[in-house]
């Protein structure tokens, strides 16, 4: 597969798939409060837009990749079925099936997160620059609202200077090699501070099939 690659999406997806972020609850997690967050896990099926959500709502990393809640189990509320199985989400499981090859039966994780400021600056990605621990992730843009910065920086290596700084604005889908690279996100800051602002993603994340 490619290192990384950027692509676009049509609007019409955004538009379908943004209001639901409204919708994400706070957890008990270290970041809970600030990281809003659904998680589902979908089987590829033969059809090439098919998918069966699969009964799981929980999610762990080991510390070798995750330093901040690393060797925790964290539980979340599934996304909502009509989100799941709408067409905007076929479309984006497809685009991302397609651009990184992958089989059928192939489990893809799908995390809905809306990052929300708290006082002067937020950490969108706490944990700093790593890897998640896959062979393929996908992040994908939905909405930016009063906010500066929440840049995804793209390593070489954990020391190294990033060789990417992009903005995830809504309509963009950026997938990289999660054995070879590294990525991080900057933090993020609101233009008013006198009203919240947030930043909507889906992060898609696999392992083939081997």
Request: aromatic letters at 10%.
């Amino acid at each position: 597969m490619n290192l990384l690659r950027l692509d676009e999406f049509n609007h019409e997806i955004v538009r379908e798939l943004a209001p639901s972020f409204h919708n994400l609850p706070s957890t008990e997690h270290k970041d809970g409060e600030y990281r809003l967050r659904r998680y589902s896990v979908i089987e590829l099926m033969l059809e090439p837009k098919a998918i069966k959500a699969l009964p799981i709502n929980s999610f762990m990393q080991t510390d070798k990749y995750n330093d901040f809640q690393g060797n925790v189990e964290r539980k979340f509320e599934n996304i909502e079925e009509d989100v799941l199985y709408g067409d905007g989400m076929k479309e984006l499981v497809y685009s991302f099936r397609m651009m990184a090859s992958l089989p059928t039966n192939t489990q893809v994780d799908i995390h809905q997160m809306r990052v929300l400021t708290t006082l002067e600056s937020t950490a969108i990605s706490p944990e700093g620059v790593h890897r998640d621990g896959y062979d393929v992730i996908s992040m994908i843009g939905i909405t930016r609202h009063n906010i500066l910065g929440g840049n995804l920086l793209v390593y070489d290596n954990q020391d190294s200077d990033h060789f990417v700084s992009l903005p995830l604005d809504g309509g963009r889908m950026v997938t990289i090699n999660d054995r070879k690279l590294w990525h991080n996100g900057s933090s993020i800051i609101p233009l008013d501070k006198n009203n919240k602002g947030y930043m909507d993603v889906f992060i898609f994340t696999a392992n083939y099939n081997l």
